[in-house]
């Protein structure tokens, strides 16, 4: 696939053009286990189907993007509807500096399978990627683009689907501001690369230089916890029990108020997403890319 500097508009054409192409029906498949495309590539059809799965910041178009152990976690968390909680394509970065390796081609090709196979893949935009809120209500390939959505979980509960940036005062007052901050974030970014380079040969785990900061900033945290309380405070309005958001890189999910808030966090440094099992349970869970090691999968329930 050939993405262009107008790098949605590109990814648009290849999900048209695969829709049209006469994409498969999708496969029946056993309850609890999962069929579709990995057992089409002949794999083993072992891992239980998730009913959801929420990923966002992926940040495709950026070094920073962990492509590899987000192919990962796909491979080994095949789900019924799968929720792109924006910034998946980093228009921002793409616009300055052009990057787009095979293995981000990988990402958005193992999207549109799962599309193809019969999972729902809803694609809800964000400020990286808000060329694409221009597609709002469009299919391409099987992917639905919605400015926002509201899931309902096996055990009733309905949460808003949106990706954020819409509470974030910088985005919206400052724009030039919330982009000198990207600069710095990619900044910090490349300097952690080569740090945790040093550190594996040291045989130390990955360590993350821009969330240490950012928890010793009090201004950040301060941030951080105004975005969730209106985020939560928003979805309260609605008449909804909960929440799904992304935006700020940072995984969470408790209840504020009596709302249920949940961040899936990001694919640049927490490679974390949000998880909905058969009978509703929501967990936040962490991937360990294959050969690190401390930092181990995870899995955090909701609280009831």
């Not at 974030?168 to 030039?176: N, R, S, Y």
Request: hydrophobic share 40%; net charge neutral; charged share 25%.
């Amino acid at each position: 696939m050939r993405v262009g500097p107008h790098a949605f508009e590109a990814m648009a054409r290849t999900w048209a053009d695969t829709g049209r192409g006469g994409a498969k029906a999708a496969s029946p498949r056993s309850p609890g286990v999962a069929q579709g495309e990995d057992a089409a590539e002949g794999e083993e059809p072992t891992q239980p189907l998730l009913r959801a799965v929420f990923i966002s910041d992926l940040h495709l178009g950026t070094p920073g993007c962990q492509a590899g152990p987000l192919l990962e976690f796909l491979k080994h968390h095949p789900s019924e509807t799968l929720y792109l909680v924006g910034d998946i394509i980093d228009g921002w970065q793409l616009r300055r500096r052009w990057y787009w390796p095979q293995s981000h081609n990988d990402v958005v090709q193992k999207l549109l399978k799962r599309a193809r196979k019969g999972c729902r893949v809803v694609f809800v935009p964000g400020n990286h990627d808000e060329f694409a809120r221009h597609f709002t209500g469009h299919h391409f390939g099987g992917v639905e683009v919605v400015q926002e959505a509201v899931h309902t979980t096996a055990d009733g509960k309905r949460l808003w689907v949106v990706h954020g940036d819409h509470f974030d005062g910088v985005i919206q007052c400052a724009k030039w501001l919330a982009y000198l901050g990207d600069n710095l974030y990619e900044l910090t970014l490349r300097l952690n690369r080569h740090l945790n380079s040093l550190r594996a040969r040291l045989g130390l785990p990955y360590w993350s230089l821009s969330q240490y900061l950012k928890h010793k900033v009090k201004q950040a945290l301060n941030y951080v916890t105004q975005f969730e309380k209106a985020v939560a405070a928003e979805a309260r309005r609605r008449g909804l029990d909960g929440v799904v958001c992304g935006h700020i890189h940072r995984p969470e999910m408790r209840h504020i108020d009596g709302t249920l808030y949940c961040n899936d966090g990001d694919w640049v440094e927490s490679l974390s997403a949000l998880v909905e099992h058969a009978d509703g349970r929501l967990e936040l869970r962490y991937w360990a890319p294959q050969g690190l090691a401390p930092r181990v999968a995870q899995a955090h329930a909701a609280a009831t």
